[in-house]
């Protein structure tokens, strides 16, 4: 194919210029070379797609996932799992450090660009852990890692519940500049808790996680973030509760960003009746008035973005008891679907998803991508917005089949994307 590539007719969306029209997109050189009026004329050196009734935008960046690799490759491989972010519209994966061993060291955040480099479909950005081996207690080699090619720190999967460490880790952050991704969970209120706290847990007796676990730590990495003026990114947010406490802090200028995931504004803890462990997330599913708040979080902006929190599981592990499987959905390939839906409910345009999806998380890491600008690495995401599927996990590429939406119905998804210059018909993946 040759170094020229133009994208056209397709509806070219891009907050970080306030475009939205229908354009042509001209690719050369695997960066973004322009974006001219719609044109019958194409040029004879370039390859053309035609992307008639199609969205064209940033490609999609999601800032939480977890690709397991390494030593989880039997739940998924940094292979597999950028084949399946590609799919689902995504250019570039931020990977969770919770791996064994855990990414708390240059040595493992090096292996994981090396090995991204070598098998990876898309980008990869490491998330170092804030401790080390995510215990809470020490903290983890964070500027040498920084160097190696972080670009924050969590000990995601577990939270740093010593209020000390978490402080000295904001004071540290602080002078590097990078955020910490907190994830909010008081251990101590969890407890043995496997659902939502409430009456269906009650009713299949199942403890419960109430909505104070979630809060408590938002509201105290909150203030230390404020404390030390330093960068706070909430991760996975599920409670109406939160959603407030975070609103409040932006309110009076604390330097904190957040995140919610497709399930948490898609389904309820309902789902987990008849022990359904694909439903069996960390934070839980919640209540229909935690959707309504995270859905106007989204909408006035106190929720930044929408990331996956994909969490791939063995089969056999989510067959278990619902007390003993392990907490996830494997969200990449629907999650773009998902939240296409919020554009038909009204709750965000089309220019909002993109920005929730694309150029937050490009803004909050730091990363040259999530914009169509001149000169930006040519990232792209096309989407057919009329097309509608059926959602089967043994059609996904990523090795983990555990998904709570088996069989839904959803509109939207990518019929191809531009990754570093290469395009890339999914269709045919």
Do not use: W
Not at 113 to 121: D, E, F, L, P
Request: net charge negative; aromatic share 4%.
């Amino acid at each position: 194919m040759s170094n020229k590539l133009i994208i056209k007719n397709g509806r070219v969306i891009d907050p970080s210029q306030n475009i939205d029209s229908v354009c042509d997109l001209v690719i050369e050189d695997c960066k973004i070379s322009d974006i001219i009026p719609a044109s019958a004329n194409a040029n004879s050196s370039a390859a053309v797609i035609d992307a008639s009734g199609m969205m064209v935008m940033p490609g999609l960046i999601d800032m939480h996932a977890h690709l397991r690799e390494p030593g989880f490759e039997h739940k998924e491989t940094i292979a597999s799992g950028t084949l399946a972010a590609i799919k689902g519209g995504f250019t570039s994966v931020c990977a969770m450090p919770n791996t064994n061993p855990v990414n708390d060291s240059a040595t493992v955040t090096t292996f994981i660009i090396k090995r991204a480099m070598k098998r990876g479909s898309c980008s990869v950005y490491p998330i170092g852990a804030i401790t080390k081996g995510q215990n809470g207690e020490e903290l983890a080699e964070m500027g040498m890692m920084l160097e190696a090619g972080c670009v924050a720190f969590s000990d995601d999967g577990r939270p740093v519940m010593n209020a000390l460490v978490m402080k000295r880790a904001f004071e540290y952050s602080k002078a590097f500049g990078f955020p910490l991704i907190s994830h909010c969970e008081d251990m101590n209120l969890t407890a043995n808790g496997v659902m939502n706290e409430g009456s269906i847990a009650t009713l299949l007796g199942l403890a419960g996680i109430p909505r104070s676990s979630e809060e408590t730590i938002v509201s105290r990495d909150i203030m230390l973030a404020e404390e030390a003026g330093a960068r706070l990114h909430i991760a996975h947010v599920s409670t109406k509760g939160s959603v407030e406490i975070i609103r409040r802090a932006k309110d009076r200028g604390v330097k904190v960003t957040a995140e919610t995931c497709p399930h948490y504004f898609t389904t309820t803890e309902e789902m987990v009746i008849g022990y359904n462990t694909n439903a069996k997330v960390n934070p839980p599913l919640r209540c229909a008035d935690d959707i309504a708040a995270i859905k106007q979080g989204l909408r006035d902006g106190t929720i930044d973005v929408i990331a996956t929190d994909h969490a791939p599981h063995h089969a056999d592990e989510k067959l278990l008891e619902f007390d003993r499987a392990p907490s996830g959905i494997s969200g990449l390939e629907t999650a773009l679907g998902l939240s296409l839906r919020l554009v038909d409910e009204g709750v965000l345009s089309y220019a909002d998803l993109c920005t929730k999806m694309s150029l937050a998380p490009a803004r909050i890491l730091g990363l040259d991508k999530g914009t169509l600008k001149k000169g930006a690495c040519a990232d792209v995401v096309i989407i057919d917005p009329n097309r509608e599927y059926s959602v089967s996990s043994d059609k996904f590429l990523s090795k983990g089949k555990n998904t709570p939406f088996e069989g839904m119905t959803l509109k939207g998804m990518p019929a191809a994307v531009v990754v570093k210059g290469k395009y890339i018909n999914i269709l045919e993946l």
